[in-house]
């Protein structure tokens, strides 16, 4: 035996096969085939948890994934740690460790169950009432302590070691939900030749014939039809059959994710498989055949443990052989509970009394009397006695007048509650089919379709097993048919088995209590009670989307699958109106949780983003460089000596390339080869500048706007031939510009035959900047001549460079004179190596992004996208010079035209000098003309790149400043924190500005 | 996700595309006066209903075309190359309701 409440047999599990876990650090024992539920609930477990506000005791309601009570942690190591599971889901395995969640210090002395005496204050929305006050608590003391004394699971500490899978896959026919309905519908897809995914939930496919042994299918026993459809299906090589793997979310389409859980079932799993599996289906068509929830009826104290869903006894003595008590009291809106009754006494639990809500019973009423079961009608519960477990309850008796008075005393360990059926349509509804109101069977049900799905079995409605059989046959062949296959011949199947009452009753059931007192709870995860809501409605709420939001109900991880209805039900009473008429709240995917690893899947650490890196980065890594990240790139920021700081790094770099040379990998650089008779005419129209007329071997310093005019890119168009071009980009720019050279390509001039193909990483490009940069690559270089007069600055010229065939522009980023070598990206690192060494031979410096920074800031040349931020025009950062304005047309001319973007007013880039050198701005400060500026004030500008210059022994400023250039020689303010900086409005050039030493 | 219509490779799931904004708008000539610079700059139809947009099959073939969508059911009616006509929207959403009501 594994536990005092173990039927001596039944059940689908392995009786021969114990399995030992813990919960909560105590040793249980159960069998292969339980659940942890199961397991605990037959070794007399009736506390599994404590409710989310109150503290309360909380146990076991249902039998599946529905479950708002039963949330546990699983725990096989620090990383393999999952909080929030449903018990119900988590299959038993030896040396299970599980631990119940929202306790302090143990499931049965908890210091927070105080929360339930003082349950007046913890009414709907008391976030927002009773911490209001002072305002500073909320952040520091009130939010803090609420969120750790209220809550569910704690996050793992360790990252998660295990692997997680995804996989794209197409089919014709998905069919969500492997029970009657589902397994027809496959059964019928597969025979017409379709491609058919069946998922299920659950462990095994059967849905709810696992817990009707009883039941009959075409004369055989339901589990013997399960078995042979199965075998039939498996002999399709064409259908996928998928256990433990939930249809979560519905999406445009016809796009559905199904979640598989591969390993947390298995003992020892193998390493190499993922623990989860996400499909992303593209199916043809959709059989949703989700089945039913069961809706527990609401009373006073009907949170209390071992009052559960009649279904839920039901399927666990049937399925799992587990008698969930042994007094039990039936309290029943529907005749779904009689067969739970009939169930349960068959396995030897004593049925006190039927407690039947209905004037008159239904058609089972007469069936329990004649097999000598006590039933009560016109009655109910008044309340529940007990508080760690039922004790009893208080009958409740309906008069005609329609008063409720309490009747007798029921000792009791176990209440059965169902108030009916509720067809779930969540699938459905996400995949924005329109749901109608059945007003005969007060249900809402799968209406018009949104997508090419159809819904078959109890979640279209349908009650007895025949006709879920049936119309999921049908379903599974219309589907196959609509995507494309042959027909099937039409099937009818004989089938014995108890129907579900769909509808029933909702709301808070009729009881004798103060109703504006007693506690009859609807969302048992989320502790929201009937008057809760009511009083959402009697404070203004109206929109059943703003009670849900304010009470909270529905809100949990369950989503409300046992709750909405309900809650919907009392909102319509107290608003006066009727459930249709109140309406339902958003289905929202996913229908059960999802671990962010599933979602993530390969995509974590290295492989979580793409890491781009220069073809000598490791030669970068050896000279000690310090990368930063730009975009998906690694750069070298700079590249400290032992022992030296980066900023004495950066300065040493800085001084080195304006005393002598430095080396620098640019090959970060965006590159563009633009070919094509018809390439200079595109380019002339693509950039602002004239180009038309660039000769071949020259390069020219380009701007790009989009056709509002404002800056959005820049680079150097180098012309190789009379139809080549190589173009270069920013580092971040460059997927951008390709994209919109493509766009005027294809659908704007389609009549010019032009080529842009991206070449950023067929290329390595070094440079070489500073005095001494020619002597360093003059020895290198074949085949061209680099005298000042034969390639002169703004020059490119396809050579040799240390035996490398090379593309050698001579342009600067510095200010120096300069050379960027590109070379075929495998040659890159070779390059370095040769031109390192004779940098270094020269008294040179490797340097890094940071000091290309400082050096191009003291040259006043801008960064697109730190000195402008897509409000500027070319002039407005001092590049007016470069629009070719005599142009006919280019991208952005209609823009620039554009009178405001020419008047006064514009904020343009200058520099700011601080008197006192030490004093270097912040990038992002505003500036004002008023040094004391009161709030409000408009700000003139702001700094868009400040630095400390090593070479001019001072800090220097770039800043976008209102009429900036006409206000050169007047003193502005940068109101900082510590007190407002005084800076002088200069010219945004701060070395050589004759720009002598970049054409030496 | 969505299945986007390539008129070349055929419905490919979305996250092959990039969207590239509303369809059929004119770029701004070079002397367009302000009004019309900014209608074609800034101002779009953002239509409930059907409307016509550019899409890139950027992971794909690379290429631009233009579909109709309906913004309510956000369901492609069609997609076409550029330099297609400009199908007639109201006509076709006629169209699509006589078909719907059948």
């Not at chain 1, 750069?635 to 980066?646: D, K, M, T, V, Y």
């Amino acid at each position: 035996m594994t536990g005092p409440f173990r039927t001596p047999t039944g059940g689908r599990i392995d009786r021969t096969r114990p399995i030992a876990f813990t919960f909560d650090g105590r040793r249980y024992t159960g069998f292969q085939g339980d659940t942890l539920a199961s397991a605990l609930l037959a070794a007399g477990v009736k506390v599994v948890g404590r409710s989310f506000k109150y503290h309360r005791p909380r146990g076991l309601v249902s039998a599946g994934s529905d479950e708002p009570n039963a949330l546990v942690t699983v725990i096989r190591d620090a990383g393999r740690t999952t909080p929030n599971l449903v018990a119900n889901e988590v299959e038993l395995r030896e040396g299970l460790v599980a631990e119940s969640q929202n306790r302090w210090p143990s499931l049965a002395f908890d210091v927070s169950a105080v929360n339930d005496l003082l349950s007046p204050i913890f009414v709907s929305g008391f976030y927002y009432k009773t911490f209001m006050w002072p305002k500073s608590f909320w952040s520091k003391v009130f939010e803090p302590v609420i969120r750790a004394a209220a809550g569910f699971g704690r996050a793992p500490t360790a990252a998660d070691p295990d692997g997680y899978a995804q996989r794209f896959v197409h089919c014709d026919v998905l069919v969500a939900g492997g029970g009657p309905a589902g397994l027809a519908a496959a059964l019928a897809a597969a025979e017409s030749g379709a491609r058919v995914i069946l998922c299920d939930e659950g462990p095994e496919f059967g849905g709810s014939l696992l817990a009707e042994p009883a039941a009959t299918i075409d004369s055989a026993p339901a589990a013997q039809w399960i078995a042979a459809t199965l075998a039939t299906l498996a002999a399709h090589p064409r259908v996928t059959l998928l256990t433990r793997t939930c249809a979560f979310g519905y999406y445009q389409d016809n796009f559905v994710a199904l979640l598989e859980r591969v390993t947390d079932h298995r003992a020892a799993p193998d390493p190499a498989l993922p623990r989860e599996c996400l499909w992303q289906v593209r199916a043809a068509q959709v059989v949703i055949a989700a089945g039913a929830l069961e809706r527990p009826l609401v009373f006073p104290d009907n949170d209390r443990p071992g009052v559960m869903l009649a279904g839920a006894a039901r399927a666990w003595v049937n399925r799992w052989g587990v008698a969930a008590g042994a007094r039990a009291v039936v309290y029943t809106a529907s005749d779904s509970a009689y067969a739970a009754a009939h169930d349960l006494r068959s396995a030897g639990v004593e049925i006190v009394r039927i407690l039947d809500l209905r004037p008159d019973g239904g058609p089972a009423t007469a069936v329990a009397r004649a097999a000598g079961l006590t039933v009560e009608t016109g009655a109910g519960i008044d309340r529940v006695l007990g508080s760690t477990a039922v004790t009893g309850v208080v009958t409740a008796r309906h008069r005609a007048d329609g008063t409720t008075a309490a009747g007798e005393t029921l000792a009791c360990d176990l209440v059965l509650t169902s108030a009916g059926w509720t067809p779930s349509v969540h699938l459905f509804s996400q995949s924005r089919g329109r749901l109608r109101w059945d007003a005969a069977r007060a249900t809402f049900l799968p209406g018009t379709p949104h997508e090419a799905a159809r819904s078959a079995g109890a979640c279209n409605g349908t009650a007895s097993l025949a006709d879920c059989l049936d119309e999921g046959f049908a379903a599974g062949a219309a589907a196959a048919r609509d995507a494309g296959h042959g027909a099937v011949a039409a099937r009818r199947f004989a089938a014995t088995g108890t129907a579900i009452d769909i509808g029933g009753f909702a709301g808070e059931a009729p009881h004798g209590g103060n109703r504006d007192r007693t506690r009859a709870f609807v969302d048992l995860q989320h502790d929201v009670t009937a008057k809760d809501i009511r009083l959402a409605v009697r404070e203004g709420f109206r929109s059943i989307e703003h009670v849900k939001r304010y009470t909270t109900t529905g809100m949990a991880t369950d989503q409300g699958k046992t709750s909405n209805i309900n809650a919907l039900a009392v909102a319509a009473a107290a608003t006066g109106t009727s459930l249709p008429a109140v309406g339902l709240t958003t289905f929202r995917r996913p229908y059960t949780p999802v671990s962010f690893g599933a979602f993530a899947g390969a995509s974590r650490g290295d492989l979580f983003d793409p890491v781009r890196r220069t073809p000598a980065h490791a030669r970068a890594t050896v000279a000690g460089a310090v990368f930063e990240d730009v975009g998906q790139w690694k750069r070298a920021l700079c590249l400290p000596a032992p022992g030296e700081s980066e900023g004495a790094a950066v300065a040493r770099e800085v001084r080195s390339v304006r005393a002598t040379v430095g080396l620098f990998d640019a090959s970060t650089l965006g590159k563009i080869e633009v070919v094509g008779p018809d390439a200079a005419t595109f380019l002339d129209r693509f950039y602002v500048n004239a180009l038309a007329k660039l000769p071949v071997g020259r390069c020219r310093y380009v701007v790009a706007t989009r056709d509002d005019g404002f800056v959005y890119d820049d680079g150097i168009v180098a012309r190789l031939a009379p139809d080549r071009f190589h173009v270069t980009t920013t580092t971040g720019g460059a997927a951008r510009v390709h994209a919109l050279m493509e766009d005027f390509l294809q659908t704007e001039w389609p009549d010019l035959d032009v080529w842009a193909t991206s070449i950023t990483e067929r290329w390595a490009v070094m440079a070489i900047q500073g005095p001494q940069a020619r002597a360093v690559l003059a020895p290198l270089v074949e085949g061209l001549d680099l005298a000042p007069e034969a390639f002169p600055h703004m020059s490119v010229a396809t050579c040799t460079v240390a035996g490398i065939p090379a593309r050698l522009f001579r342009v600067s980023f510095t200010g120096e004179l300069g050379f960027e070598v590109n070379v075929p990206a495998d040659h890159g690192a070779a390059l370095w190596d040769r031109l390192a060494a004779r940098v270094a031979g020269h008294g040179g410096t490797l340097y890094g992004t940071e000091a290309m920074h400082v050096l191009r800031a003291e040259k006043g040349y801008v960064v697109v996208g730190q000195d402008t931020d897509g409000t500027l025009t070319p002039d407005d950062v001092g590049l007016g010079w470069a629009v070719g304005r005599a142009k006919a047309d280019f991208v952005g001319k209609a823009g620039l035209a554009r009178p405001d973007l020419a008047g006064p007013g514009r904020r343009q880039l200058v520099g700011l000098r601080v008197e006192d050198p030490e004093v270097v701005l912040v990038e992002g400060a505003q500036i004002t003309a008023d040094p004391a500026p009161p709030p409000g004030t408009h700000a003139l500008g702001h700094v868009t790149s400040a630095y400390a210059s090593p070479n001019l022994g001072r800090g220097i400023a770039l800043a976008v400043v209102e009429d900036g250039r006409s206000r050169i020689g007047t003193i502005v303010h940068v109101p900082m924190p510590g007190g407002s900086i005084a800076a002088t409005v200069v010219a945004p050039v701060f070395w050589d500005e004759e720009g002598r030493r970049l054409h030496a | 996700m969505l299945l986007v219509p390539c008129p070349w490779c055929g419905p490919r799931p979305e996250l092959e595309f990039v969207a590239a904004g509303e369809a059929h708008v004119a770029r701004p000539s070079p002397d367009a006066d302000p009004t019309a610079l900014a209608e074609a700059l800034y101002f779009r139809a953002n239509t409930k209903g059907l409307i016509a947009e550019r899409w890139r099959h950027l992971h794909g073939c690379g290429r631009f075309f233009n579909a109709v969508r309906h913004t309510v059911t956000d369901k492609f009616v069609m997609s076409y190359r550029p330099g297609d006509p400009a199908p007639d929207l109201a006509r076709l959403a006629e169209t699509l309701a006589a078909e719907a009501a059948l």
